[in-house]
């Protein structure tokens, strides 16, 4: 059974830090590319970034040099570490695998 969990979400200080988490199992994970999405209150859900299987990473506009991903295959794990946060950054973050699968979302605030 594929299981996709988030995890790391919290309220957190403009200008301050959290590492956001997805934990993966039930699939072939080194072979998939993942990604993060985030959905604000009356907002679509958003890409953010992602990581291919060969490493490579993208990033949307609003969080270069903010925002990275990345990912341990040898843990099935991937993260998302968040700097410098913005209160546009409040949202509730979902990691997704392959363009198929996603997880339940963890939600961010950030606030001051």
């Known amino acids: 059974q594929v299981q996709i969990v988030e995890s790391g979400g919290a309220l957190a200080q403009p200008g301050g830090s959290l590492r956001l988490s997805c934990a993966a199992s039930?699939?072939?994970?080194?072979?998939?590319?993942m990604a993060w999405y985030r959905q604000a209150p009356g907002m679509h859900r958003e890409w953010v970034t992602s990581?291919?299987?060969?490493?490579?990473?993208y990033y949307t506009d609003s969080v270069k040099g903010r925002f990275t991903i990345s990912r341990d295959n040898s843990q099935n794990m991937v993260y998302l570490q968040m700097n410098s946060l913005k209160p546009e950054d409040t949202a509730v973050y979902y990691c997704?695998?392959?363009?198929?699968?996603w997880g339940q979302g963890t939600e961010v605030i950030v606030s001051s």
């Open positions: 039930g699939f072939s994970f080194s072979i998939y590319a």
């Open positions: 990581i291919d299987t060969d490493g490579s990473t």
């Open positions: 997704q695998a392959g363009t198929t699968y």
